[in-house]
């Protein structure tokens, strides 16, 4: 009789019990989160990356590790978001190239608009134009004159095809009518280490790889692609407002997810990434390398799914009437 009241109390207390331990369980998150990067450690998207996840694993109560998965351009780390599970534990952060890879490459293995989700906008890094040292020319006017003189033979870097700084090279190439040698990595964070060592000419990339750079006069900045100057680089003009009057390009970041985030998943990020853009500390970084978080409210899946529209668009017609491709 003990034993049957003993036994009927014990599953008694396993029932009043089991809701909140599997509510614990499967309240996300529960475990450390991957946030990939479809680019090299130690360039502009790691950066952007590193800085969010760090704020944003503190608001969620959990580890976010940053994983590199560089090459072509970032279609290798896509195509691996794209087949990761949908359950909140691995993320992305991507920039522009997602919006230019359905016009610049023939057979992307992913659908960029119907295989991610999308969590939030996060910010619009501007593109700058920088060469190793020792290059002669003193201002943009003169690069560009040096480059057109030099033409076939200056080397540029770049973070593979149809990274930003390929496009932007491609598009330059194309305004200036002038050819360059490309010079591919699997990211500009390795990509800098060459041109701090001059291993090739010109790069036209972030100013959250450049700036310090420019700075400490490692390598030579000349003008920025934004159509306002970046206030951590005062002395560069903007391409559009002399040398190359309409030329713009910015590298604006974003969080995607695999398709298919349940709610719960999507909403926490959501928090977790509107907060990491009100952090100060977070905030004046961003401000030290030239770039700024976006408002709160375009840090969101309805924000970014638009601009992703909307850029998927605006890019397939300016490459297009380039006639620049990946492959
Ligand atoms: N986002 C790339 C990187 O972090 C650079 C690029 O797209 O140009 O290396």
Redesign the pocket.
Same mark, same amino acid.
């Given at each position: 009789m003990v034993s049957i009241l003993r036994a009927l109390l014990a599953a008694a207390i396993a029932v009043a019990v089991m809701p909140q331990f599997a509510a614990a369980q499967s309240a996300y998150p529960n475990k450390s989160i991957t946030l990939m990067?479809p680019?090299?450690a130690g360039?502009?998207?790691?950066t952007v990356a590193r800085l969010i996840a760090e704020s944003m694993g503190r608001t969620l109560g959990q580890t976010i590790v940053v994983e590199n998965v560089g090459g072509a351009g970032?279609t290798i780390g896509l195509t691996r978001l794209a087949k990761a599970a949908p359950d909140g534990y691995t993320v992305a952060v991507w &920039?522009i190239?997602m919006a230019t890879a359905p016009a610049l490459y023939d057979n992307l293995t992913f659908n960029v608009t119907d295989d991610f989700d999308t969590i939030g906008r996060i910010t619009d890094a501007p593109m700058s134009l920088v060469t190793k040292t020792g290059v002669a020319a003193k201002d943009v006017k003169e690069l560009i004159a040096w480059i057109k003189a030099e033409s076939g033979k200056v080397t540029y870097g &770049?973070?593979g095809i149809g990274?930003?700084? &390929?496009l932007c090279a491609l598009l330059l190439m194309k305004e200036m009518n002038v050819q360059m040698v490309g010079v591919g990595y699997r990211?500009?964070?390795p990509a800098m280490n060459d041109l701090l060592s001059g291993q090739f000419d010109f790069m036209c990339?972030?100013t959250t790889n450049t700036t310090n750079q420019i700075k400490e006069k490692r390598i030579q900045g000349y003008a920025v692609t934004t159509k306002t100057k970046v206030s951590s680089l005062p002395d560069l003009p903007t391409l559009d407002s002399g040398a190359l009057p309409g030329f713009e390009i910015s590298?604006w970041h974003a969080m995607w997810a695999p398709k298919g985030l349940p709610k719960e998943a999507t909403d926490k990020l959501v928090a977790a990434l509107q907060a990491a853009l009100k952090d100060p500390k977070v905030i004046q970084r961003f401000a030290d390398l030239g770039a700024e978080p976006v408002p709160q409210n375009l840090a969101t899946p309805e924000a970014l799914k638009s601009q992703l529209a909307s850029e998927v668009k605006r890019w397939d017609t300016v490459i297009k009437a380039s006639g620049v491709k990946a492959n």
């Open positions: 990067v680019a090299a360039g502009p998207t790691d970032g &920039h190239a &770049h973070a990274s930003a700084s &390929h990211g500009t964070g990339d972030q590298a």
